[in-house]
C-alpha cells in the first residue's frame, strides 16, 4: 500500500532522511514511535503529499502524493497534531467536508461523537482542544479512507478520553485500510497497534510484527539479583529488575510486551536486539 525507496529529504541545509526505505501494507496498524523530532511527522507529511522529496521514491497505492490528485486525496486523511477549526457548528463542518470522501458514513460519525461524549449542536471555536481533537477523530475515521494517518493523536486528551479513543480504533481496523499512528507517548499505543516501527534521526530502527516480537522476545522481571541467561536488556526498579530477554522458538510466548522499554531497548542496545531478529528465520 504504501512503498518508500531511498527517501531524502531537507529542511533548508538540515537532512531529515537520507536514503529511508519503507514499506506499509493494507490490514495493519502501525504505531511509528520516537522521539520529538526525529523526523515522524516529516513521515507522515510526506506521505500526505503535504511535504515533497528531494530524492526518491513515495508510492501510495499507485500515486505519487506530491502530484494531489483527486483520486488519492479522497482515499486519505491525516489528523495532524496542530489543527485549524473554523467558528462553525459540528453539522455545519461535515456538511461542508464530508462530500470531499466518497465513503464517508454520516451515521458512524455521529455514533464515535456520541462515544466521545461530544454534544451534536456544539460550536466548535467554544470547544475545548480536546473535544475539537475527539470531532477530527471521529471526522478521520469516518471518512474511511484507504490510509489513515495521526500525528500524536492522544495529545490533548484525558485519561478516559484515551481509553474512548482505543476503543473506537480498535473498531474501525479492517484487511483493506493502513492505519499509521505516530507517538512518543508510546503507553498509549499498547493494546492497540500490531505493528512497531522505531525511528531514531530519520533513520527507521526496528520495524516488526508484534507476533514477530512475541516469538523472540520475552518481557519479564525479576526479585532477584541474577537475571536470566540471554537478557538482553534490563533497567532496575525498586523491588528488582524488569528485563528483555531472547527466547528459542516459542510459539507459545504470548505475554504482554511493554513498548515503551522495548523502544529504550532499541536505542540503547540495538545491537544486541538487531541480532535477535537477525537469527529469526
Known amino acids: 500500500m504504501v512503498r518508500i525507496d531511498s527517501l531524502e529529504f531537507a529542511y533548508k541545509k538540515k537532512a531529515v532522511f537520507e536514503g529511508l526505505n519503507l514499506e506499509l501494507k493494507a490490514g495493519h496498524i502501525y504505531g511509528l514511535l520516537g522521539k520529538n523530532g526525529t523526523g515522524k511527522s516529516t513521515l507522515l507529511r510526506t506521505m500526505m503529499g503535504l511535504l515533497f522529496p528531494d530524492n526518491g521514491i513515495v508510492n501510495v497505492?499507485?500515486?505519487?502524493?506530491?502530484?494531489?490528485?483527486?483520486?488519492?486525496?479522497?482515499?486519505?486523511?491525516?489528523?495532524?497534531?496542530?489543527?485549524?477549526?473554523?467558528?462553525?457548528?459540528?453539522?455545519?463542518?461535515?456538511?461542508?467536508?464530508?462530500?470531499?470522501?466518497?465513503?464517508?458514513?454520516h451515521e458512524q460519525f455521529w455514533y464515535l461523537l456520541q462515544e466521545f461524549e461530544i454534544p451534536r449542536g456544539n460550536q466548535l471555536d467554544q470547544m475545548s482542544y480536546g473535544q475539537k481533537k475527539k470531532v477530527l477523530i471521529a471526522f478521520a475515521l469516518s471518512c474511511n479512507t484507504r490510509l489513515l494517518l495521526m500525528d500524536e493523536p492522544t495529545n490533548g486528551l484525558d485519561i478516559m478520553s484515551k481509553s474512548q479513543f482505543r476503543k473506537v480504533m480498535a473498531g474501525v481496523a479492517t484487511e483493506d485500510k493502513c492505519i499509521i499512528i505516530s507517538t512518543h507517548q508510546v503507553r498509549d499505543l499498547?493494546?492497540?497497534?500490531?505493528?512497531?516501527?522505531?525511528?531514531?534521526?530519520?533513520?527507521?530502527?526496528?520495524?516488526?510484527?508484534?507476533?514477530?516480537?512475541?516469538?523472540?522476545?520475552?518481557?519479564?522481571?525479576?526479585?532477584?539479583?541474577?537475571?536470566?541467561?540471554?537478557?538482553?536488556?534490563?533497567?532496575?526498579?525498586?523491588?528488582g529488575h524488569a528485563f528483555i530477554r531472547k527466547v528459542e522458538n516459542s510459539k507459545e510466548n504470548t505475554g504482554k510486551i511493554d513498548l515503551e522499554m522495548l523502544y529504550k531497548a532499541v536505542n540503547l542496545k540495538g545491537d544486541a536486539i538487531y541480532a535477535a531478529f537477525a537469527a529469526d528465520v
Do not use: W
Open 61 to 105: 497505492f499507485g500515486y505519487t502524493p506530491s502530484r494531489r490528485q483527486p483520486a488519492f486525496l479522497q482515499e486519505v486523511f491525516m489528523v495532524a497534531e496542530e489543527f485549524y477549526f473554523p467558528p462553525v457548528s459540528v453539522e455545519k463542518y461535515v456538511k461542508c467536508n464530508a462530500p470531499f470522501y466518497p465513503a464517508f458514513n
Open 190 to 239: 499498547e493494546t492497540l497497534i500490531d505493528f512497531i516501527t522505531i525511528m531514531d534521526n530519520g533513520t527507521i530502527r526496528f520495524h516488526h510484527h508484534i507476533e514477530q516480537i512475541q516469538r523472540i522476545l520475552q518481557f519479564g522481571f525479576s526479585f532477584e539479583k541474577t537475571l536470566p541467561e540471554d537478557t538482553i536488556y534490563s533497567e532496575g526498579a525498586l523491588t
